[in-house]
């Protein structure tokens, strides 16, 4: 994937798949310092500091006032769990049935139908000014933070500091602290406040620093354009204002679904023997705020699902174990009733499920592989 408007947010876009993804949670219930996880607290490292000093002897040469410096580092420090983040990515390779299947989960779904009626105003009032689609919106706003609940509690200035002086990037996450500590010293929020996933993407929609000073938009007018805040205006304004600004045109569809026979235009099948899509140049907009098919069609469906449509049409063909989503559902469904609970009952194979087969295999005095498969599914019941 390509470095866009940010790298890394907390909704499915970093596989959103948080939940799926097997990794452990940055907050706590709780909030602020005291909710995060311990391994995104600041520790004790000189090497951290040393080059700290050295960013700051230089940053007046960006533009940084000593008093942004002080109040951006005042509480700064380097996160080991950043790291560690950063260093152990895994390259999901999900089907785009299982993306897809938690892209516009009956949850994200229903939960993307409220916030959009309770926004509609905003949403609609954004469409008038942007011509952006409302639920295109409401849709990227579903899946980069589920409709806000999931903004990020780590501060930004720690991690991206932390990820400049350590992490595999350094140049890319130096621009970022460069343009957090710019966002700091224009007064559109506060350091306490400025907080977001454990790479510094940031608010509703998870924009990265350097995007945010290039699109952020203030749709409040109180002078600020506090993409933090629990109103989301802010957020899904700037939203809008990214998509305008990468070719988004008023009035015209991201894609549909279409059938076998049909041939005009794009026609894309990111999945070979499942759905195929007729898409124009909105769904390359959306691309452009992350660049990948699944995440495109995720938003666009998403969105249409917002709207009041239904299921896609076509049935994904079994997956390399032979089980079809309603057979991996099934799985899930009676290893939970035994005892041994999935986290969920959606179809998708994940490490929770994996957990499950292998506690179940290991009481049985099976050998616990993990892995699906229709005999498991038989044995069952």
Same mark, same amino acid.
Request: positive net charge; aromatic residues 8%; hydrophobic residues 35%.
């Given at each position: ?110 939960? !993307?139908?409220? *916030?959009? +009626? ?5 949403? $609609?009032?954004?469409?008038? @000014? =942007?011509? %952006?689609? /409302? ?88 002078g600020r354009r506090d993409i933090w805040s629990e109103d989301p205006s802010d957020a899904l304004a700037s939203t809008a204002a990214y998509l305008q600004r990468s070719g988004w ?9 279409? !059938?076998?026979? *049909?041939? +005009? ?5 990111? $999945?070979?023997?499942?759905? @195929? =899509?007729? %898409?124009? /140049? ?53 290893l939970t009733a035994m005892g041994f609970d999935t986290g969920g009952t959606d179809g998708v194979i994940g490490p929770n499920t994996r957990r499950a087969i292998s506690d179940y ?21």
């Amino acid at each position: 994937m390509s470095i866009t408007r940010r790298h890394f947010g907390l909704g499915i876009a970093a596989c959103g798949l948080a939940a799926c993804s097997g990794t452990a949670p940055l907050a706590v219930a709780g909030g602020g310092d005291a909710g995060l996880a311990s391994d995104v607290r600041p520790v004790p490292n000189p090497g951290y500091d040393t080059w700290v000093s050295a960013f700051r002897s230089r940053a007046p040469g960006y533009g940084l006032s000593e008093t942004t410096l002080a109040s951006g580092f005042r509480d700064a420090g380097y996160l080991p769990g950043v790291v560690t983040r950063d260093r152990n990515q895994t390259e999901f390779t999900r089907s785009l049935e299982d993306y897809l299947s938690i892209a516009a989960s009956d949850e994200r779904v229903s939960k !993307g139908r409220a *916030a959009f +009626a309770r926004h509609r105003n905003t949403l $609609q009032a954004l469409e008038d @000014r =942007f011509g %952006v689609d /409302g639920k295109i919106i409401a849709a990227i706003w579903g899946l980069e933070s589920f409709y806000g609940e999931r903004r990020g509690d780590v501060p930004v200035i720690s991690a991206t500091s932390t990820l400049a002086y350590d992490g595999r990037r350094g140049a890319f996450f130096e621009k970022q602290l460069i343009a957090a500590l710019k966002i700091l010293q224009n007064g559109d929020i506060g350091v306490a406040r400025m907080t977001g996933s454990w790479a510094g993407a940031m608010g509703h929609t998870q924009f990265i620093p350097t995007s945010y000073l290039a699109f952020a938009v203030d749709f409040t007018g109180d002078g600020r354009r506090d993409i933090w805040s629990e109103d989301p205006s802010d957020a899904l304004a700037s939203t809008a204002a990214y998509l305008q600004r990468s070719g988004w045109t008023r009035g015209v569809r991201w894609g549909s679904e279409v !059938g076998d026979g *049909a041939n +005009a235009g794009s026609i894309i099948q990111p $999945q070979p023997g499942g759905p @195929r =899509f007729a %898409v124009t /140049g909105n769904y390359r907009a959306i691309k452009r705020y992350n660049n990948s098919d699944a995440y495109a069609i995720g938003v666009g469906h998403l969105a249409d699902r917002i709207g009041g449509a239904g299921p896609l049409r076509t049935s994904f063909p079994p997956d390399a174990n032979g089980m079809t989503k309603a057979d991996r559902k099934a799985l899930q469904e009676r290893l939970t009733a035994m005892g041994f609970d999935t986290g969920g009952t959606d179809g998708v194979i994940g490490p929770n499920t994996r957990r499950a087969i292998s506690d179940y295999q290991s009481s049985r005095g099976l050998s616990a592989t993990g892995e699906p498969s229709l005999a498991l599914l038989r044995s069952l019941g």
